[in-house]
T-cell receptor
Framework: DAKTTQPPSMDCAEGRAANLPCNHSTISGNEYVYWYRQIHSQGPQYIIHGLKNNETNEMASLIITEDRKSSTLILPHATLRDTAVYYCIVRVAREWGGTASKLTFGTGTRLQVTL | ETGVTQSPTHLIKTRGQQVTLRCSSQSGHNTVSWYQQALGQGPQFIFQYYREEENGRGNFPPRFSGLQFPNYSSELNVNALELDDSALYLC??????????FGPGTRLTVT
């Protein structure tokens, strides 16, 4: 799996958009970009994933650059409950079995949403 | 729809003992993955089970073993506990190759 690089921490004011960047310059053509978050002492929560097109769901939007070497997770209106560690993960698309099955977590970005 | 559940929530064991952690997968999910998360670090993949067989393993010694049952629930067993095994143990369920949904975890403390 390709390595990802994320800033260690970010701050965001409540009600503003939170834009979390991720660099994955060695991503392969068959690897998806996944985003998870982990609120203190809880299990990671799946947010969104994409291959090359921008994706949006009820939680967030995912913007992937045309060359797929970086992406941005957007929380459009951050709330205090969005304070968490956000993990960007690249993973082989729809392949399972062996080590391809795993999610490889880095250290993530600690997002602090403030009043 | 019931999410992923894990038991127990917390556990304290002594070095050298054995422990069994349990996971019930989300309804309809037939694949279960286990992760270990040490304090201040991201989760590390232990192994995955699909159709009751181990289907991928991370860099963990053989004293970490597992089972998956016909109802897709799973167990993680750790023998000869070491102090470094103290961690949050996470279970995630999914369909094969699809996004994984995590349970709340079991906090294991080894003294």
């Amino acid at each position: 799996d390709a390595k990802t690089t994320q800033p260690p921490s970010m701050d965001c004011a409540e009600g503003r958009a939170a834009n979390l960047p991720c660099n994955h310059s060695t991503i392969s053509g068959n690897e998806y970009v996944y985003w998870y978050r982990q609120i203190h002492s809880q299990g990671p929560q799946y947010i969104i994933h994409g291959l090359k097109n921008n994706e949006t769901n009820e939680m967030a939007s995912l913007i992937i650059t045309e060359d797929r070497k970086s992406s941005t997770l957007i929380l459009p209106h951050a709330t205090l409950r969005d304070t968490a560690v956000y993990y960007c993960i690249v993973r082989v698309a729809r392949e399972w079995g062996g080590t391809a099955s795993k999610l490889t977590f880095g250290t993530g970005t600690r997002l602090q949403v403030t009043l | 729809e019931t999410g992923v559940t894990q038991s127990p929530t917390h556990l304290i064991k002594t070095r050298g003992q054995q422990v069994t952690l349990r996971c019930s997968s989300q309804s309809g999910h037939n694949t279960v993955s286990w992760y270990q998360q040490a304090l201040g670090q991201g989760p590390q993949f232990i192994f995955q089970y699909y159709r009751e067989e181990e289907n991928g393993r991370g860099n963990f010694p053989p004293r970490f073993s597992g089972l998956q049952f016909p109802n897709y629930s799973s167990e993680l067993n750790v023998n000869a506990l070491e102090l470094d095994d103290s961690a949050l143990y996470l279970c995630a369920s999914s369909l094969p190759g699809a996004e994984q949904y995590f349970g709340p975890g079991t906090r294991l403390t080894v003294t």
